[in-house]
């Protein structure tokens, strides 16, 4: 593995809200992710 910890951790998606800190709902997909909070809707990275 020629990747280090910290480098694959930034590629991984969120699992809280930013804003509310509440547990995201997350689709990962080829093109990116999407994420959903109860609150706040939704969030997507492509």
Same mark, same amino acid.
């Given at each position: 593995?020629g990747? =280090? &910890?910290? $480098?694959?951790?930034? *590629?991984d998606?969120?699992?809280? =809200? &930013?804003? $509310?800190?509440?547990? *995201?709902?997350v689709?990962?997909?080829? &093109?990116g992710?999407?994420?959903?909070?109860?609150?706040?809707g939704?969030? &997507?990275?492509?």
């Amino acid at each position: 593995m020629g990747e =280090c &910890a910290g $480098c694959a951790r930034t *590629l991984d998606p969120p699992r809280f =809200c &930013a804003m $509310c800190g509440t547990r *995201l709902a997350v689709r990962i997909s080829p &093109a990116g992710w999407v994420g959903r909070c109860q609150r706040h809707g939704e969030v &997507a990275r492509a």
